[in-house]
């Protein structure tokens, strides 16, 4: 068993979602509620963070250091868990310094991490000169790399597959945004692992086929290896939608708002702008090409990541 040090409100609840399942004439949806984690708003990063924090124990660690983006949920969850657990916290964001912090930005200041800026093409090496610096100021620091996707933290995604077969919950195809990978190779391993029957396919946020389908079987294949059920993942075991790649990351077009206000407005669920909502957007649309059998039962698993509803510059783009 992996060490593990419980944060979040587990099993998170399955819902029904019957009005959008009627406005779209079927298939069935549903919706796994890992935005209900409870922990600082919730999302997957605290499945992910109660092993690798737990790795971060067993070292001896007092300092967590991160990275992500401005409004980087990961980074949120990081700052409230380091606070619950008595760590320091480091962020390294990517992007300019906000005049005014709002949404997770200002969570993080508001749960006492410490922030720092960079560029992305100097993301890995800002986050190792953290790591430098905290080891000089003499504390002991744990770098949890972007999206907490490393074994350790795709390997609560496995257990996550576990928790949803003992909820009694069958389903056709789980459908979920994908973008460090960590949840997707988490959700493959523990599907083969736990005899899950569905699909599994991730909505690309950010990556192109060829690098997703890499970086999850490579993941799912190390994440299978440390739960000692070894089992090797071909890019071509991995299901990944990249047709909703949008304006880029984080640039919210009109097919995300329509989603968000879609779930918003027929279910009274927040979804994202950054991943959920593209997510959401991506199975909407698919579901409207007759992509799912009439007859299937479709599985939204919510990542969470609202937060960002609320940054300055989401705010005004969902409000209309
Ligand atoms: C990080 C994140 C994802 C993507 O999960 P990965 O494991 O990084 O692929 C999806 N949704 C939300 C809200 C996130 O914060």
């Known amino acids: 068993m992996l060490p593990r040090i419980p944060l979040a409100h587990l099993p998170t609840p399955v819902d029904p979602l019957p009005r959008l399942t009627a406005a779209l004439g079927g298939p069935e949806i549903l919706v796994k509620r890992d935005d209900q984690t409870g922990l600082a708003f919730g999302g997957n990063k605290t499945r992910k963070l109660e ?61 006492g991490a410490r922030t720092v800026y960079t560029s992305r093409d100097r993301r890995e090496a800002a986050m190792q000169a953290a790591v430098t610096e905290a080891e000089t100021a003499g504390l002991k620091p744990y770098l949890i790399p972007y999206g907490g996707s490393n074994p350790i933290g795709a390997a609560a995604y496995a257990f996550a597959v576990q928790e949803l077969i003992a909820q009694g919950i069958e389903a056709d195809w789980i459908v979920f945004a994908s973008s460090s990978g960590g949840t997707h190779a988490g959700l ?23 690098v997703l389908t890499h970086r999850v079987a490579k993941l799912a294949t190390e994440t299978s290896a440390l739960l000692d059920h070894p089992n090797v993942f ?66 939204f698993w919510h990542t969470g990541g609202q937060p960002a509803l609320l940054a300055e510059n989401y705010a005004g783009v969902v409000g209309e």
Do not use: W
């Open 188 to 210: 493959a391993a523990g599907a083969q692992l736990f005899g899950f029957n569905g699909k599994v396919l991730g909505i690309s946020i950010d990556e192109p086929n060829d």
């Open 234 to 299: 071909m890019p071509g075991d991995i299901l990944a939608n990249v047709d909703y790649l949008g304006g880029g990351y984080g640039v919210m077009g009109a097919v995300e708002v329509e989603a968000v206000q879609m779930l918003a407005r027929l279910e009274g669920l927040l979804v994202d702008p950054v991943y959920t909502g593209r997510a959401a957007a991506g199975m909407i649309d698919l579901i409207r090409k007759g992509f799912f059998h009439s007859a299937a039962r479709v599985l």
């Open 51 to 111: 092993y690798l924090i737990a790795d971060a124990q067993a070292r001896r660690a007092d300092t967590l250091i991160t990275g992500g983006a401005i409004q980087s949920n990961h980074c949120r969850q990081t700052a409230a868990a380091a606070a619950r657990l008595g760590f320091n916290c480091i962020l390294v964001l990517t992007g300019n310094e906000p005049t005014a912090p709002s949404g997770n930005l200002l969570l993080d200041r508001l749960f």
